[in-house]
């Protein structure tokens, strides 16, 4: 396969960058040698194949990783991929603390990479739990019952929105910081607005 070419402009992600610089390099190599096309995207290198995203660079304080859109659908035959959290449905994440990490890794990541373009080749699609599915908040059942501008707008949204306002609203551990949640983009909500509109 022939090694793609850089794109200029995500150059400046790879500058600015400056904890990971050699590791993230060395991520951008292996993806471009898989022949996938760089972009940008939500800020970050991301390696497509004939318009489909299959692979994205991104940091943390603690690691560096590689993000596999359809990473679910992935065999993982090494046990290497990672649900970031218990939401995220279709991606998984390689993470690497050092360079040498990635070294020893190399082909095991042209492989998973030609294996996610596979994936992709093929239409394989990621069966995402339906919003119905996701936890709701008893909070936000009590204020949905007792306001229906707030229950026709909420059911209104995409269902996308919806699940982004339900895992927020979950997420809190105390019952008072959810009530506090829900008070704070009950507004929002009423505007038809999702959580980060």
């Given at each position: 396969?022939?090694?793609?070419?850089?794109?200029?402009?995500?150059?400046?992600?790879?500058?600015?960058?400056?904890k990971?610089?050699?590791?993230?390099?060395?991520?951008?190599?292996?993806?471009?040698?898989?022949?996938?096309?760089?972009?940008?995207?939500?800020?970050?290198?991301?390696?497509?194949?004939?318009?489909?995203?299959?692979?994205?660079?991104?940091?943390?304080?603690?690691?560096?990783?590689?993000?596999?859109?359809?990473?679910?659908?992935?065999?993982?035959?090494?046990?290497?991929?990672?649900?970031?959290?218990?939401?995220?449905?279709?991606?998984?994440?390689?993470?690497?603390?050092?360079?040498?990490?990635?070294?020893?890794?190399?082909s095991?990541?042209?492989?998973?990479?030609?294996?996610?373009?596979?994936?992709?080749?093929?239409?394989?699609?990621?069966?995402?739990?339906?919003?119905?599915?996701?936890?709701?908040?008893?909070?936000?059942?009590?204020?949905?019952?007792?306001?229906?501008?707030?229950?026709?707008?909420?059911?209104?949204?995409?269902?996308?929105?919806?699940?982004?306002?339900l895992?927020?609203?979950?997420?809190?551990?105390?019952?008072?910081?959810?009530?506090?949640?829900?008070?704070?983009?009950?507004?929002?909500?009423?505007?038809?607005?999702?959580?980060?509109?």
């Amino acid at each position: 396969m022939a090694k793609s070419k850089t794109n200029p402009k995500v150059d400046w992600y790879f500058v600015k960058n400056k904890k990971w610089i050699e590791e993230i390099e060395m991520l951008r190599n292996i993806a471009l040698e898989c022949g996938l096309d760089e972009e940008l995207k939500w800020g970050c290198p991301c390696y497509a194949h004939d318009g489909s995203n299959i692979v994205l660079i991104h940091i943390f304080k603690e690691y560096c990783a590689y993000l596999f859109f359809r990473g679910v659908l992935l065999k993982d035959p090494k046990g290497v991929l990672i649900q970031q959290t218990k939401n995220v449905q279709s991606a998984r994440q390689i993470r690497f603390a050092n360079v040498k990490e990635i070294v020893k890794m190399k082909s095991t990541l042209k492989a998973y990479i030609k294996e996610a373009i596979a994936v992709e080749k093929a239409g394989l699609k990621v069966e995402f739990k339906k919003t119905k599915e996701f936890e709701m908040p008893e909070e936000f059942q009590n204020k949905l019952n007792k306001n229906s501008p707030l229950k026709t707008a909420f059911y209104a949204l995409t269902p996308g929105r919806q699940r982004g306002y339900l895992l927020y609203f979950s997420s809190a551990k105390q019952s008072a910081t959810r009530e506090a949640r829900i008070e704070k983009y009950t507004k929002q909500i009423l505007k038809g607005k999702g959580l980060d509109d």
